[in-house]
Structures are given as structure tokens and as C-alpha cells.
């Protein structure tokens, strides 16, 4: 989906670095913020998410803030929907995701994967 909607709008990024693959914001205001809240939130570490929502907060905007939770928590729930489903990961963006891409930005190592 990110990669998607950044093509669509014209925008330059580094998907690696929106992976956590490397340090900087990769092209996206707050980018590196953004990375570590939801390195966080996976990680459900508490101390370090207060301290991100302040930062986030005061960089980007309270609106921002919210659209950050909100997005983690969609994505949350696309993977428990589809990994309920059975829907294979080869499917997804109409079969355009290749198994290549996927090992290339590592999200074979991801939890989800290990049924993909």
C-alpha cells in the first residue's frame, strides 16, 4: 500500500529505510519518527512510545499523530484478517508483490510470513 499510494503521488522515498533497513526518514517528513513508533508499538514498548508520541506530536501535528496509530492499527488488523482468511501473500496488490521483493526488504523474517 505505501508503495503504492508514494508512486501514485509522485513522492521519492527509500522503501528500505521505511523498513527499518536504515536510519533517516527516507524521503518522508517525520520519517524516521514514524519507523521507531512503530518498532515501538510492535514491541509494545511503553516507555519509548510516550516519548515518540510527544515528539511525533510536536513535529508533525496531534492530527498526524492519530493518523500514525491509525494506520498501524489497520495494518494490524489487515494481517490477522487475511492470515484468518488463508489469503495468500502471492496475491497481494493483484500479484504485482513478487516473492523477490518481499526477501529483498526482508519481510520474509516477519512473524506473519512463517504461513506465507
Known amino acids: 500500500m505505501l508503495r503504492e499510494s508514494i508512486r501514485v503521488s509522485g513522492t521519492e522515498f527509500d522503501l528500505l529505510t521505511a523498513m527499518g533497513h536504515a536510519r533517516g526518514s527516507g524521503g518522508i517528513r517525520g520519517g524516521q519518527d514514524l519507523v521507531d513508533f512503530a518498532e515501538a508499538l510492535v514491541l509494545g514498548d511503553e516507555a519509548r512510545l510516550a516519548a ?13 499523530l492519530v493518523d500514525a496509530a491509525a494506520v498501524a492499527a489497520a495494518f494490524h488488523g489487515f494481517v490477522r484478517v487475511a492470515d484468518a482468511t488463508g489469503a495468500p501473500p502471492a496475491g497481494a496488490s493483484g500479484g504485482k508483490v513478487t516473492m523477490e521483493f518481499r526477501e529483498s526488504l526482508g519481510i520474509n523474517a516477519f512473524y506473519g510470513a512463517r504461513r506465507s
Open 52 to 64: 515518540l508520541r510527544t515528539r511525533l506530536a510536536s513535529a508533525l501535528g496531534e492530527a498526524a
